[in-house]
């Protein structure tokens, strides 16, 4: 099956030069919820996608051609197809072993599907309390009505046979007519697995196993400690056990004695465990990725290669460097432009990074509870060695100011001068500050208190919630961004507002975004980017007067972060790990090297500030079809100035506010394929 993954890794990176490609090398592993095995091919499901390995996990490869929902739940085999489910997308069905997709879902009343199994001719897909079953490879389906009721832990099929776990309607039953009718085994249990011949039905304290198609069971837990044990695996007579934080345990003489064969694992968190008959393979959770051990080995190793399923809450630079903040691994550092990654987390005792930033040659990371050493560390050695400064709380952003860092905390707005090595605080009079920024003196602080801001280092504060949603009472406001002009606050469920005049009022901005809340807000240039919880990036060049999707090739639209560097837009996802996209296609800027730019020229309006005419003057070097507008703050136009064929060289024309009330309006012109916008004032 080697081929199969050459022709993947082909189709995978066709066309990257045009989308957004991964670029996760050196910081591989993933969440693995279900791992499944056939011979040496290897499929893991994860909450970021389907994974798969011709060569027993040596490389593995993104599955995507036909998947549009990558929460994976899990995985079935059978014969030559394999089937997934996924939590909203339903069922998906691949019948060349992976290179294509296609949505299976007729007949299913409910997309959110936790499990499938599989035999030659019929699927099985559970719900959370529903049992749908296929009778023609998941063409069509159809719900069990005879089957136990309540809450579906585990299902496995095989032959006519038929297992549920069913833990809230007493345990395990057993179907012999492909699930048509159920019998109460009056077994309870959790998990259920098949290796080889055998059933096994697992919870804590007890293995069960089945050698007659589950008509009788015997306990075989022997002297295994008190853990979860999720799944059994099986080669020859050795019994392999995962356990939910315990690693693995082993079994020589069928279940009797269990010894723990943990070395090498990188955690205890089994997720799911399979064997091919020659190799054992764990699928561990927390970004851990997929681990191998022989038959009789009793050291793991980690095969996780092109394996990559984790968030990346903030990316930032340091030089020409790349820095990112990955929860459960820590701080990672790209030196080549996020082609390789390597984790720099020695003494970052707490590796639930939330942000990252970097002044004067010093690594400052931000981190959250659980863990007692939350708050700010530093790092004076390009992340070789952190120290934790115990800036006693949960920092949600960091915002460098010169050589001042501001970082919004649980119940402060923390304040450094000096690097990072120490913190004061400021309250802003609420609990929680999880965004801010600054414009000139004025400090702003965003969260679940609306707006606030300070002109004297936070001894006095203002609201500044004009214009903006309420929420209970205030508006909920997940991210601030400021340029030299204006600000940009994301709110929570009701996308993006922006304020003219340093945040006394608000004017929504959202003609072209899904309703959405906003995670990251970035500047590149005349251009604002930001990145939504479920929609991707959206990009604009007026002020956000329009929006435009640049969404292609994105598999994962839960955006975190980005960051500009060295001619690319890095994106930190929720699932899948760091993008990577040209900044020239990303935001429109090929338009220079055709020499747009020279063709079409918009002058800034004169006089301006005016009262009330101005004059509005263009160049054209090409006769054109020529459109200016003025548009208030809220986006309505006010006038058509021209709309008609120009011919080449400068024109003006003259805007008379005179019934308009003062603000700020924006002109916009287009003209063949370029359009841009400026700002003016109107004072009386």
Same mark, same amino acid.
């Given at each position: 099956?080697?081929?199969?993954?050459?022709i993947?890794?082909f189709?995978?990176?066709?066309?990257?030069?045009?989308?957004?490609v991964? !670029?996760?090398?050196?910081?591989?592993?993933?969440s693995?919820?279900?791992?499944a095995?056939?011979?040496?091919?290897?499929?893991?499901a994860?909450g970021g996608?389907?994974?798969?390995?011709?060569n027993?996990?040596?490389d593995?490869?993104?599955l995507?051609?036909?998947?549009?929902?990558f929460? !994976?739940?899990s995985?079935a085999?059978a014969?030559?197809k394999v089937?997934?489910?996924?939590?909203?997308?339903?069922?998906?069905?691949?019948?060349?072993?992976?290179?294509?997709?296609?949505?299976v879902?007729?007949?299913m009343?409910?997309?959110?599907?936790?499990?499938?199994t599989?035999?030659?001719n019929?699927?099985y897909a559970?719900t959370?309390?529903a049992?749908?079953?296929?009778t023609?490879s998941?063409?069509?389906?159809e719900?069990l009505?005879?089957?136990?009721?309540?809450m579906i832990n585990?299902?496995i099929?095989?032959?006519s046979?038929?297992f549920v776990?069913?833990?809230?309607?007493?345990g395990?039953f057993?179907?012999?007519n492909?699930g048509?009718?159920w019998?109460?085994?009056?077994?309870w249990?959790?998990?259920?697995?098949?290796s080889?011949?055998?059933?096994?039905?697992?919870?804590?304290?007890?293995?069960?196993e089945?050698?007659?198609?589950g008509?009788t069971?015997?306990?075989?837990?022997?002297?295994?400690?008190?853990y979860d044990v999720i799944?059994?695996?099986?080669?020859?007579?050795?019994?392999?056990?995962?356990?939910?934080?315990?690693?693995?345990?082993?079994?020589?003489?069928?279940?009797?004695?269990w010894?723990?064969?943990?070395?090498?694992?990188?955690?205890?968190?089994?997720?799911?465990?399979?064997?091919n008959?020659?190799?054992v393979f764990?699928?561990l959770?927390g970004?851990e990725g997929?681990?191998?051990?022989?038959?009789?080995g009793?050291?793991?190793?980690?095969?996780?290669?092109?394996l990559y399923?984790?968030?990346?809450?903030?990316?930032?630079?340091?030089g020409n460097?790349?820095?990112?903040?990955?929860?459960?691994?820590?701080?990672?550092?790209?030196?080549?432009?996020?082609t390789e990654?390597?984790?720099k987390?020695?003494?970052?005792?707490?590796k639930?990074?939330?942000?990252?930033?970097?002044?004067?040659?010093?690594?400052?990371?931000?981190?959250?509870?659980?863990?007692?050493?939350?708050?700010?560390y530093y790092?004076?050695?390009?992340?070789?060695?952190?120290v934790?400064v115990?800036?006693?709380?949960?920092?949600?952003?960091?915002?460098?100011?010169?050589?001042?860092?501001?970082?919004?905390a649980l119940?402060?707005i923390?304040?450094?001068?000096?690097n990072?090595?120490?913190?004061?605080?400021?309250?802003p009079g609420v609990?929680?500050?999880t965004t801010v920024?600054?414009?000139?003196?004025k400090?702003y602080s965003?969260?679940?208190h609306?707006?606030?801001?300070?002109?004297n280092?936070?001894q006095n504060?203002?609201?500044?919630d004009?214009?903006?949603?309420?929420?209970a009472?205030?508006?909920v406001v997940?991210?601030l961004?400021?340029?030299?002009?204006?600000?940009?606050a994301?709110?929570k469920?009701?996308?993006?507002?922006?304020?003219f005049?340093?945040?006394?009022?608000?004017i929504e901005?959202?003609n072209?975004?899904p309703?959405?809340?906003i995670?990251?807000?970035?500047?590149?240039?005349?251009?604002?980017l930001?990145?939504?919880d479920?929609?991707?990036?959206?990009?604009?060049?007026?002020?956000?007067?329009?929006?435009?999707?640049?969404?292609e090739?994105?598999l994962?639209?839960?955006?975190?972060s980005?960051?500009?560097k060295?001619g690319y837009i890095?994106?930190?996802?929720?699932?899948q790990?760091?993008?990577?996209?040209a900044?020239?296609e990303? !935001?429109?800027?090929?338009?220079?090297?055709e020499?747009?730019?020279?063709k079409y020229?918009l002058?800034?309006?004169y006089?301006?500030?005016?009262?009330?005419?101005?004059?509005i003057?263009?160049?054209?070097?090409?006769?054109?079809?020529v459109v200016?507008?003025?548009y208030?703050?809220?986006?309505?136009?006010?006038?058509?100035l021209?709309?008609?064929?120009?011919?080449?060289?400068t024109?003006?024309?003259?805007?008379?506010?005179?019934?308009?009330s003062?603000?700020?309006y924006?002109?916009r012109?287009?003209a063949?394929?370029?359009?841009?916008?400026r700002?003016m004032?109107l004072?009386?």
């Amino acid at each position: 099956m080697k081929q199969v993954l050459l022709i993947l890794i082909f189709l995978i990176t066709t066309n990257a030069s045009a989308q957004w490609v991964p !670029v996760n090398t050196g910081i591989d592993g993933a969440s693995i919820k279900k791992i499944a095995s056939d011979g040496s091919n290897l499929f893991a499901a994860t909450g970021g996608g389907l994974f798969y390995s011709s060569n027993s996990g040596t490389d593995w490869a993104l599955l995507k051609n036909g998947i549009t929902n990558f929460n !994976v739940t899990s995985v079935a085999i059978a014969r030559n197809k394999v089937y997934i489910a996924t939590y909203g997308g339903g069922v998906f069905r691949s019948t060349n072993y992976g290179i294509s997709w296609e949505q299976v879902n007729s007949g299913m009343s409910s997309l959110y599907v936790g499990l499938i199994t599989a035999t030659e001719n019929y699927v099985y897909a559970g719900t959370q309390s529903a049992i749908f079953r296929s009778t023609n490879s998941g063409d069509n389906w159809e719900l069990l009505n005879n089957a136990p009721a309540g809450m579906i832990n585990s299902i496995i099929a095989y032959d006519s046979l038929v297992f549920v776990s069913k833990p809230s309607s007493h345990g395990v039953f057993r179907s012999t007519n492909y699930g048509i009718d159920w019998i109460d085994c009056n077994l309870w249990a959790y998990h259920l697995s098949k290796s080889g011949s055998y059933m096994y039905a697992t919870t804590t304290l007890t293995i069960f196993e089945s050698s007659d198609n589950g008509q009788t069971w015997t306990d075989i837990v022997g002297d295994i400690p008190d853990y979860d044990v999720i799944e059994i695996a099986k080669i020859g007579e050795n019994l392999y056990a995962g356990v939910i934080n315990g690693g693995v345990y082993r079994s020589t003489n069928h279940g009797l004695n269990w010894v723990s064969i943990n070395n090498g694992l990188s955690s205890l968190n089994v997720n799911s465990i399979t064997s091919n008959g020659v190799k054992v393979f764990a699928g561990l959770g927390g970004g851990e990725g997929v681990f191998s051990v022989t038959s009789s080995g009793n050291t793991w190793t980690k095969i996780s290669k092109g394996l990559y399923n984790y968030a990346v809450n903030d990316i930032s630079s340091y030089g020409n460097n790349l820095i990112a903040a990955v929860p459960n691994k820590g701080i990672c550092i790209s030196t080549n432009g996020g082609t390789e990654w390597t984790v720099k987390s020695n003494g970052l005792t707490n590796k639930q990074v939330t942000c990252a930033t970097s002044i004067n040659n010093v690594l400052i990371a931000g981190t959250s509870h659980p863990n007692p050493s939350w708050g700010a560390y530093y790092s004076t050695d390009f992340g070789n060695n952190w120290v934790n400064v115990n800036s006693g709380s949960v920092i949600y952003q960091f915002f460098a100011d010169g050589n001042t860092v501001y970082a919004a905390a649980l119940g402060s707005i923390s304040i450094s001068s000096n690097n990072g090595i120490s913190w004061d605080f400021i309250s802003p009079g609420v609990a929680m500050s999880t965004t801010v920024c600054k414009k000139g003196n004025k400090l702003y602080s965003g969260g679940y208190h609306g707006i606030r801001m300070t002109t004297n280092n936070g001894q006095n504060w203002v609201q500044c919630d004009n214009g903006l949603p309420d929420s209970a009472g205030l508006p909920v406001v997940d991210y601030l961004y400021c340029d030299s002009q204006n600000l940009y606050a994301g709110v929570k469920n009701h996308g993006i507002y922006v304020s003219f005049d340093d945040g006394l009022n608000w004017i929504e901005r959202n003609n072209g975004l899904p309703e959405t809340s906003i995670n990251s807000i970035y500047n590149y240039g005349s251009y604002v980017l930001i990145s939504t919880d479920s929609a991707g990036i959206y990009v604009t060049s007026n002020y956000g007067l329009t929006w435009e999707s640049k969404n292609e090739g994105l598999l994962d639209k839960n955006i975190k972060s980005f960051h500009e560097k060295n001619g690319y837009i890095y994106a930190g996802t929720s699932e899948q790990g760091v993008w990577r996209r040209a900044v020239t296609e990303f !935001v429109g800027v090929q338009n220079i090297t055709e020499n747009v730019t020279e063709k079409y020229t918009l002058s800034q309006n004169y006089p301006n500030p005016f009262n009330p005419r101005t004059v509005i003057s263009y160049h054209l070097s090409v006769v054109s079809d020529v459109v200016i507008r003025v548009y208030d703050l809220r986006g309505r136009e006010v006038e058509t100035l021209v709309n008609g064929r120009m011919l080449a060289g400068t024109h003006s024309v003259t805007f008379n506010g005179a019934g308009l009330s003062s603000g700020v309006y924006f002109y916009r012109l287009t003209a063949g394929n370029f359009s841009t916008t400026r700002k003016m004032h109107l004072i009386k």
